[in-house]
């Protein structure tokens, strides 16, 4: 089951309580599952994101007191590219000056569920059709969905219980596996093994320098001697790749 992680940002809980509503509706209605966070301010949003992890949808009011929607998703879009943001709002003027965080959708207040449904449904397409989500076990047993794309690297934390440590964008979870095997699944999505214990996501890589790997979110790796040039060789190579497109 897709399992999708949903932000309600409005100062009005009038509109809060109206889109959850339509949320709830969609659940039942179809076999995805949202796990849904409801937020008052923007300031609100923003610190329960590095403490909740990343979501993979907000539904965005523009004008709130202090930082307004704008603002906010600019800042949010410093550290994550790949959320769907969602404007809600009843001021039509702000929808050119929305479009430079790349919104996904804007609706107008009130919304009604038919405009929701559409919404998700056009998301939900869009995440399977990108095929990044994989499900990881985390300690309790649970499945986790996530997407591939917000890993920067995962490392060995217990070799012999096959525990992991999947560093993702703004969270970390700790998992169950082995690094050889998420080398198998990841194969073909621009990940490296740095060292026996490292599998490094080359698109987060900030710069090599000598045989340590830095990485978008400044930690370090490592590397083992004879992987040193394979990785400069790949981190080159994706770098003229982006150039060129």
């Known amino acids: 089951m897709l399992i999708l992680k949903v932000a ?12 959850l509503h339509h949320l709830f509706e969609y659940m039942f209605k ?14 609100a949003l923003l610190s329960d994101y590095h403490s909740k992890g990343d979501f993979d949808l907000v539904f965005l009011d523009v004008e709130m007191p202090g930082k307004n929607g704008l603002k906010i998703a600019d800042e949010i879009r410093n550290f994550d590219k790949e959320l769907y943001i969602v404007y809600v709002s009843s001021y ?81 979870i700790i998992g169950k596996g082995t690094i050889s095997e998420w080398e198998r699944k990841l194969n073909n999505c621009e990940f490296y093994l740095c060292n026996r214990n490292t599998l490094v996501s080359i698109l987060n890589v900030k710069y ?26 790949k981190f080159s190579k994706l770098i003229i790749t982006y150039n060129n497109v």
């Open 30 to 43: 179809t076999d995805i599952e949202l796990s849904i966070s409801e937020y008052e301010s923007g300031d």
């Open 92 to 172: 039509p003027q702000y929808m050119q000056d929305s479009f430079k965080v790349h919104p996904y959708y804007y609706l107008s207040k009130p919304v009604t569920f038919e405009n929701i449904a559409h919404v998700l449904s056009d998301i939900v397409d869009s995440v399977k059709d990108k095929n990044v989500l994989y499900s990881v076990i985390n300690s309790n047993g649970d499945e986790i969905p996530v997407n591939i794309k917000r890993i920067i690297y995962i490392e060995t934390l217990d070799s012999k219980s096959k525990t992991l440590i999947f560093h993702l964008n703004s969270e970390k």
């Open 208 to 233: 090599i320098k000598g045989n340590e790997v830095v990485l978008n979110n400044s930690d370090v790796i490592t590397m083992s001697r004879n992987k040193t040039k394979e990785l400069k060789k």
């Open 8 to 19: 309600i940002c409005d100062d009005d809980e009038v509109y809060r309580k109206d889109i």
